[in-house]
């Protein structure tokens, strides 16, 4: 019986060198005969499938748009096991415009890049949100053309990258000379693993008790947390400002006025944006919690503050990942702690006499069903702005 053929994933945005890459893969495959792919993500399956079965090719290479989340195609890549299997997601990153393309706050529309689909929900993101997609969920990144700028810079972006994406393997290239064997056939890819692979999860899920270590001055992360409510007019107000040096904060947290729905916040770049989470637990009837999950009922109680019975605070709560380069932590620690309600705010709060600037949150069944995924995603379709 035939092998399940190795599935690449090319991504990265547009321009930063993914053809010249795969060229190059083509040119210097020893020995390795490679089927291209290349469609729409729903699309993918199907022309996988059909390479595969001219039983011709030993490994296939899915050349992704430039506006495509790599994780959306893992998601979608359905087809038996024993004609492929999802090996290795790549990103490329373009060295010398990394650091324009992060900064930048456009939306997919403004730079021409919008699919032709008006109903395409995917189009209201902006240039970073899909640059910091393709980085936190792939294997590789390569980092091309770095020819473009110097040492410093280069070692700089390095430090960026990982702190970002933790796990994946750094590969500096020139004209996307990348080794055929660092990208094909490499046995890369587990979706878990990839799944948890971005640094603002893993500090998330880190021992809270634990020493962070990282051992580089320049880029700092550090986890904020508190069991105390945020005053919405304050956090409203931080969150329009600017936040310099702020790589990426990620996390949900917990409106004074909104004790029934967490709240989920994801910054990158110049972009940040907030929505529901999804329904704390303390606020749902524990006749609607789930049962025989042994694993959820753990979660729970390790998130819970007070007694098992005190639905008070519970499960409520600010947990908030930041990494950026040469921050100040004591400074956004405390800015965060500046937004907490007092005690009489608390109990204005619960009287329905504090303002709160934030839009209404819409929550669909899913969410009140499903809150603590721990993913708290970027796909909430209100409060985008960029700094």
Known sequence: MNQPLPVTVLAGLPSVGKTTLLEHLLAHHAGTSIAVVRGRIDDLSNEISSAAAEARFNAIVVEASGTDDPQLIAESLVFDNDIAHLDTIVTVVDAESFSRDYASTDALSECGLASNEPSDE????????VLIAQIEFCDVIVINKTDLVDAETLAKLRRILHALNPRAELIDALHGAVAASELVNADRFDFDATSSAPGWLAMLNADPDAASESGDAY???????????????????????????????????????????GGSLSQAGGALRHGPAG??????????????DAELEAEIAADWYGEADDMTIGDRRQELAMIGTDLDESHWRAAFDACLVTDTEWSQASEGLLADPFPSWEMDDHDHDDHHDHDHGDDCDCGAHGH
Not at 122 to 129: A, F, G, L, S, Y
Not at 279 to 292: F, I, K, L, Y
């Open 122 to 129: 995917q189009n209201d993101r902006t240039i970073v949100e």
């Open 219 to 261: 880029i700092i992360g550090f986890v904020y947390r508190a069991r105390r409510p945020f005053h919405p007019e304050r956090l409203w107000s931080l969150v329009h400002q600017e936040w310099p040096g702020v790589l990426r904060c990620k996390g949900f947290f917990w409106l004074a006025t909104r004790s029934d729905i």
């Open 279 to 292: 329904m704390w637990w303390a606020a749902q009837e524990r006749s609607e919690w789930p049962t025989g």
